[in-house]
């Protein structure tokens, strides 16, 4: 018997199966009786019945098998341990020496019947289970997307707060630095951050490079430079970031400004596209997408794609 059906009462299939099982794999009315002892049946009823089982009754085993099918099956919860029992006594039967010689193949049948109706509303408990568990699993994963989808608007709207009060900044030193943490947090909520700011010594000599942060998209690594300078970039204030990407083998590089930059610059990326990618990035665009719902991804991909196959390190994907 099934957890979902036992819960309950006996369904009208199962509980037929039983009238037509009880009588056949015992002998008399008072074994029917012994039967039901034996699987919990409430003594008080049992001694209710005996008056059924007295020779020259008009009651059947059938009739007394039915009425105590009908009262296990009105006790709700509290039956459940007995109609489990009558159930599996009745299932695991294996011998039917207790049962007249003329009714021991119809028993055998019956017993039959009875498992096989119970296989099946098992299989179709396990099935619809099994349907149950999905549906949760689904729930359970679009309320991870959702809470994921609210964590991330969160951390943005924060990054956005953030970069926003970078404008009020004075101190220039203090606001670029300011600047790598505000944009690593952002490459962090999106996912693709893979390492922050991070410094290159040598022995004897000290810090010998400075690299804001890395980022990985499409599978290829990034190293980012971040600059907040009043005056638009050159090609001294660039240098150092090609090197450390040339330096560095199969890595593309993106460089970040609040300025804009000179076309010396820009040709100087052109000419840097021949051996890796590399992109130019205004903060601007950085400012425009925290004000949106696209994503980081949107911004530099397409950046990445221009300047794989057009030989354009600096195109506005968001304008």
């Known amino acids: 018997m099934t957890d979902s059906d036992a819960a309950y009462h006996y369904p009208p299939e199962v509980f037929e199966a039983v009238v037509q099982a009880v009588p056949l794999i015992v002998r008399s009315k008072q ?45 709700g919860d509290s039956g459940i341990r007995v109609r489990r029992e009558v159930i599996k006594r009745i299932a695991e039967l294996d011998s039917f020496d207790a049962s007249w010689d003329s009714d021991r193949l119809k028993a055998q049948g019956a017993v039959a019947a009875l498992r096989e109706l119970v296989n099946k509303k098992d299989t179709f408990t396990r099935l619809k289970n099994i349907q149950e568990e999905d549906q949760q699993r689904i729930r ?15 951390k943005r709207n924060a990054v956005r707060i953030s970069l926003g009060r970078l404008f009020s900044e004075t101190d220039p030193h203090r606001r670029g630095n300011a600047l790598e943490g505000v944009l690593n947090e952002l490459f962090q909520s999106e996912g693709v951050s893979i390492r922050e700011a991070f410094t290159v010594t040598k022995i004897d000599v000290g810090v010998i490079e400075q690299i804001d942060g890395a980022i990985e998209i499409d599978g290829r690594v990034y190293l980012v ?46 000419e840097a596209l021949t051996k890796t990618t590399v992109i130019l990035v205004e903060l601007r665009e950085i400012v425009m997408l925290l004000e949106s719902d696209r994503t ?24």
């Not at 209710?48 to 009425?67: C, M």
């Not at 359970?140 to 969160?154: K, L, N, T």
């Open 225 to 270: 430079e971040m600059k907040w300078w009043s005056k638009e970039m050159s090609r001294g204030d660039v240098a150092s970031h090609l090197v450390s990407v040339f330096n560095r083998g199969d890595v593309g590089g993106i460089f970040i400004s609040n300025s804009s930059y000179l076309a010396s610059v820009i040709q100087d990326f052109k």
């Open 31 to 75: 074994d029917v009786l012994t039967f039901f002892r034996g699987c919990g049946v409430n003594q008080e009823l049992i001694a209710e019945l005996v008056t059924w089982t007295l020779p020259g009754g008009d009651k059947s085993k059938y009739h007394i098998t039915r009425r105590i099918l009908s009262e296990i099956n009105e006790l």
């Open 296 to 319: 980081l991804i949107e911004l530099l991909r397409p950046k990445i794609h221009s300047a794989n196959l057009n030989k354009n390190p600096l195109v506005f994907p968001l304008e």
């Open 140 to 154: 359970r994963e679009r309320q991870s997307e959702i809470d994921a989808q609210v964590a991330g608007r969160q």
